[in-house]
């Protein structure tokens, strides 16, 4: 009889419940399962193996039933898809583990938003750990100039404890002392956002505050928040700043030297008729001692490399040569990077100014690589620059000629810049007087070998190692496209030096270069479509990573921001380049 009543309160339910013995075989289900799982009756069913009608379930009920939690009559399984969710739950009797207990659900609008109210809570004490972990100070003020809340950092800067002040009126505040003036009540009577200096009066300390208005729907200002910035760190971070300028001036007057030495190491190797026919070219311009000579070719072509060889086979090989990578200096820094600039130009400045590349480059040669990455006002300077011969540091007023060999290269298609309207077109023909376009690694197989052997002879020596390649090593890298050129080549010999077993690079080279093995993206039934991008994303990584040195390499590679290669990389737990 009480058997009979369970079953009856089971079939009451509104949703499907399967329960499964300690072996996992079906001990009971209501009516809802029955027509859920498409069962014809419960004879039938009764007895057999869960894992017969829920295959899905079975490893995790399993699992369950051999847990701790379990044991103890604690803990349950959710597992969520599109179609259903299941949660499974110890059955305890006389306070021992019996077996489990299946529910079964279709989606439904109460589950939503409780899915929704959980994500509501997460994002709550995640803004909640962002307000109390932020260096700066933070104080909320509602739209009566009552305090709400302020966070820890606030309460170090003005020596205070929250408890204290939260609750009171910020004109309470001022007050007591504790502030001189408040920018929470300018805020709330100029209804706009206001930036101030305070001083504290228990701490000594100077704050750069900044007050801004939040309004509600209706257009009323419903509080102000207020950001507080120690500006006696930012004097600490102006004195490391101008160290570390004075160790980059240093740096910078060492460059040359340290560049001819790469370009010396290195050697332009040349096997193939059109490399050789490019250096030809390449030696008559550099003997002319010309500016406007436009080196193209693909990422991680050589291009650097070539405007070396231009600066030391010149006339010019005595004086210094300076580059300048236009996509990794932010645009705001470009200008005084480029022409430097005099006392006082900007705050920060060093006392005694700084020069520019451009005046540093006096009597030797200039080379702006990536060229197509500079935006357009920098454009407008440059051109400038180079048809009137001069220009003026930024905060000064006289200007200073240029006597410098300009050398410009760009892995695009700066013709369909111009046509785009993204590169000026006055300035393309300024840097474009004479061309070079380097062909990439697959379209000069000869040069595939001399260029892996010297690499080889570098690792081997830099890593105390006898690799070898083999025929079979030369023909696996002559049939390789090597979309990274001459990059990826290095940085593929360099691993295989690195990390290869036995002396030949075979092996290796067939795992990077010919993939043996499986893919990682493996799609398996029911995996979303969030889940098969992701392994997706994941295996051009990996490909990246082996074609390409550093993150901005693999960002060219991929056709995406370098940004988003880092974030990318990040999440995939992969590490970052260099």
């Known amino acids: 009889m009480q058997l009979e009543l369970l079953q009856q309160i089971l079939n009451c339910v509104s949703y499907a419940i399967v329960v499964v013995d300690k072996d996992c075989t079906v001990i009971s289900m209501n009516n809802v399962a029955l027509e859920f799982l498409k069962r014809r009756d419960r004879a039938t069913s009764i007895g057999i193996e869960v894992k017969e009608i829920l295959p899905i379930a079975t490893p995790f009920i399993r699992k369950g039933l051999v847990s701790a939690e379990f044991r103890r009559?604690?803990?349950?399984?959710?597992?969520?898809?599109?179609?259903?969710?299941?949660?499974?739950?110890?059955?305890?009797?006389?306070?021992?583990?019996?077996?489990?207990?299946?529910?079964?659900?279709?989606?439904?609008?109460?589950?939503?938003?409780?899915?929704?109210?959980?994500?509501?809570?997460?994002?709550?004490?995640?803004?909640?750990?962002?307000?109390?972990?932020?260096?700066?100070?933070?104080?909320?003020?509602?739209?009566?100039?009552?305090?709400?809340?302020?966070?820890?950092?606030?309460?170090?800067?003005n020596g205070v404890k929250a408890s204290r002040i939260v609750g009171k009126s910020i004109s309470e505040v001022v007050v007591t002392g504790m502030v001189d003036v408040s920018v929470s009540l300018e805020v709330l009577e100029k209804k706009h956002q206001v930036s101030m200096i305070q001083n504290i009066a228990k701490t000594g300390r100077q704050l750069l505050c900044t007050g801004t208005p939040v309004f509600d729907a209706s257009g009323s200002l419903s509080m102000v928040v207020v950001n507080e910035r120690d500006v006696t760190e930012l004097l600490d971070l102006r004195e490391h700043l101008k160290t570390a300028r004075e160790i980059t001036e240093k740096a910078r007057k060492e460059i040359t030297n340290l560049n001819m030495l790469e370009l010396e190491q290195g050697a332009f190797i040349a096997e193939s008729k059109s490399i050789n026919r490019l250096l030809v070219s390449a030696l008559k311009l550099a003997q002319l001692e010309v500016s406007g000579i436009l080196l193209l070719g693909e990422s991680g072509t050589g291009k650097s490399m070539l405007a070396k060889l231009l600066h030391q086979r010149s006339p010019r090989s005595s004086?210094?040569?300076?580059?300048?990578?236009?996509?990794?200096?932010?645009?705001?820094?470009?200008?005084?990077?480029?022409?430097?600039?005099?006392?006082?130009?900007?705050?920060?400045?060093?006392?005694?100014?700084?020069?520019?590349?451009?005046?540093?480059?006096?009597?030797?040669t200039f080379f702006l690589d990536e060229v197509g990455e500079m935006s357009p006002s920098i454009q407008a300077k440059l051109l400038k620059c180079i048809d009137e011969k001069e220009f003026t540091p930024l905060g000064g007023s006289t200007p200073k000629k240029i006597n410098c060999v300009?050398?410009?290269?760009?892995?695009?298609?700066?013709?369909?810049?111009?046509?785009?309207?993204?590169?000026?077109?006055?300035?393309?023909?300024?840097?474009?007087?004479?061309?070079?376009?380097?062909?990439?690694?697959?379209?000069?197989?000869?040069?595939?070998?001399?260029?892996?052997?010297?690499?080889?002879?570098?690792?081997?020596?830099?890593?105390?190692?006898?690799?070898?390649?083999?025929?079979?090593?030369?023909?696996?890298?002559?049939?390789?496209?090597?979309?990274?050129?001459?990059?990826?080549?290095?940085?593929?010999?360099k691993k295989g030096v690195a990390v290869a077993e036995g002396e030949l690079l075979d092996s290796y080279l067939e795992q990077s270069l010919l993939g043996v093995e499986e893919s990682e993206a493996v799609f398996t039934k029911g995996m979303s479509l969030n889940e098969a991008l992701d392994k997706v994303e994941k295996e051009m990584l990996v490909e990246a990573r082996k074609a390409c040195l550093t993150t901005r390499d693999m960002a060219e590679y991929l056709k995406i921001s370098q940004p988003s290669v880092v974030r990318k990389l990040k999440k995939h737990g992969l590490g970052s380049s260099s």
């Open 319 to 364: 004086g210094p040569f300076l580059a300048i990578n236009c996509a990794a200096v932010p645009e705001q820094l470009f200008e005084a990077e480029l022409f430097g600039y005099e006392k006082g130009a900007f705050t920060g400045a060093r006392e005694t100014g700084k020069a520019g590349l451009l005046a540093l480059a006096d009597g030797g």
């Open 73 to 157: 009559g604690e803990g349950r399984i959710v597992k969520k898809g599109r179609e259903l969710f299941f949660e499974i739950t110890p059955l305890m009797v006389k306070g021992e583990l019996e077996g489990a207990v299946v529910s079964l659900q279709k989606p439904s609008r109460y589950e939503e938003l409780a899915v929704e109210l959980s994500s509501f809570q997460e994002m709550a004490i995640t803004l909640q750990a962002i307000f109390d972990s932020s260096s700066d100070g933070i104080w909320v003020t509602s739209g009566d100039g009552v305090v709400t809340q302020i966070n820890r950092a606030s309460e170090q800067l």
């Open 406 to 493: 300009i050398i410009a290269a760009t892995n695009k298609n700066l013709e369909d810049l111009v046509r785009k309207r993204q590169f000026r077109k006055d300035l393309y023909y300024r840097l474009n007087v004479f061309t070079l376009t380097i062909p990439p690694l697959r379209e000069r197989a000869e040069d595939i070998f001399a260029l892996a052997t010297s690499f080889l002879n570098k690792y081997n020596e830099r890593y105390d190692t006898f690799k070898t390649l083999s025929p079979k090593s030369l023909r696996i890298l002559q049939n390789y496209s090597f979309p990274g050129n001459i990059r990826e080549l290095d940085s593929l010999i």
